[in-house]
C-alpha cells in the first residue's frame, strides 16, 4: 500500500506505508525472520457490516504528486491487477484507517475502495483464494492493485516471488452504505511501533478539536496512545520542525499527528518526500 496513506496515514495513516526513492541506505522491506507455513492455514476473516472509518476515507487524497479519490461505495466492486505485499518494514506502524498494521493479519491496502471492507481475493495463477479486511492506502508504485500483507501473499503463495496477478472481489457487508461513521471500537490496540527511541524535541500539542485553518494538511498517523502519537511527532519535528501538532478531540480515541496548514502544494509534496525519505511512512495530503 497505503506507504494504506502506508502507505501508512495515515496510512491517514494516515499514513499510507510506501516508503520512496532509492537512496541505498533505506531500508528494505523483508518477510519474517524465519518462515511462517502455519499462515498458509490462518483462517479468513468473516465479512461484515462496518461503519467507515474516521480516517483514511477523504473524498480525495496526493500522494507523490498524483490525486486519487476514494469511491463513494464498494459495492459490485470487481477488478484484476497486479498484487503485491507488504511486510516486517511496516510492521505495528499505523494504516490509512490508524489501526497498527500486522503482517500477519489478513489485511489489505488500497487506493480508492472505502475502508474498511472485505474482499475476496483469488490468485488467477494457482487459484489459491482468501479474504481480507482492506483498510489501509496503497499501492503507490507501479500499476498495481492491491498491497496484501504477508499473511495473504503466504495464503495466496506468492510470498517467495513478491506479486502475483489477482482477481479483488467485494463481499456482502461492505460499510460504504453506512452514511456517517460511528467511533472506532474502545478495544485496546498497542500503538505503533518506532524503532529508535529519540529525545522529545517539543511538548506534546493537542487541541481539543479539529478547528485548524483550511488549507493543505498531511495527515500522517493516528494513534490510540498519546505515547505513540508523541513518538512520531518528535521523530517528524526532529525532521521538519515544529508544524507537526498532534489532535485529540472529546469525541474521539484516537491521537492524530498532522503537519499544516502548509499553503502551497509543492511545499506538501517536498515534506511528504522527506517523511517516506525517513522511513516514517508516507502521509496523505488533503485539502481542507
Known amino acids: 500500500m497505503n506507504p494504506r496513506l502506508r502507505r501508512g496515514m495515515l496510512t491517514f495513516g494516515l499514513v499510507t506505508l510506501v516508503a520512496c ?12 525472520a524465519r518462515p511462517m507455513p502455519e499462515l498458509a492455514r490462518l483462517p479468513d476473516p468473516v465479512p461484515k457490516t462496518e461503519p467507515r472509518s474516521r480516517y483514511g476515507n477523504p473524498e480525495t487524497y496526493v500522494v507523490f504528486g498524483k490525486s486519487y479519490r476514494v469511491m463513494p461505495s464498494a459495492e459490485g466492486y470487481r477488478a484484476t491487477g497486479l498484487a503485491s505485499w507488504y511486510g516486517a518494514k511496516f510492521h505495528g506502524r499505523p494504516t490509512s484507517s490508524g489501526e497498527p498494521y500486522d503482517m500477519y493479519k ?16 483469488t490468485n488467477l495463477e494457482n487459484h489459491k483464494t482468501t479474504i481480507v479486511r482492506i ?3 496503497g499501492p ?26 489477482v482477481q479483488v472481489e467485494v463481499l456482502s457487508g461492505e460499510q460504504s452504505l453506512v452514511a456517517t461513521a460511528a467511533p472506532v471500537p474502545a478495544t485496546p490496540v498497542p500503538g505503533p511501533f518506532i524503532a529508535s527511541a529519540v529525545p522529545v524535541v517539543a511538548p506534546i500539542t493537542r ?38 501538532k498532534v489532535q485529540h478531540s472529546v469525541a474521539d480515541t484516537l491521537f492524530r499527528v498532522r503537519i499544516g496548514p502548509v499553503s502551497h502544494m509543492d511545499e506538501a509534496l517536498r515534506l511528504q518526500a522527506l517523511i517516506a525519505d525517513a522511513n516514517l511512512g508516507t502521509p496523505l495530503i488533503v485539502k481542507e
Open 207 to 244: 487541541e481539543s478539536a479539529p478547528s485548524a485553518a483550511a488549507g493543505i494538511f498531511l495527515q500522517a498517523g493516528a494513534f490510540r496512545s498519546a505515547a505513540g502519537a508523541e513518538s512520531l511527532r518528535n521523530d517528524l519535528a526532529r525532521i521538519i520542525g515544529d508544524i507537526v
Open 21 to 32: 526513492g532509492t537512496t541505498p541506505m533505506k531500508e528494505v522491506d523483508r518477510a519474517p
Open 140 to 165: 503507490f508504485h507501479g500499476d498495481r492493485l492491491i498491497d496484501l500483507s504477508y499473511a495473504a501473499a503466504v495464503k495466496l503463495g506468492f510470498a517467495d516471488r513478491g506479486t502475483a496477478r
Open 135 to 137: 483498510n489501509d492506502r
Open 106 to 121: 489478513l489485511t489489505a491496502a488500497h487506493k480508492h475502495l472505502p475502508i474498511p471492507v472485505y474482499a475476496r481475493v
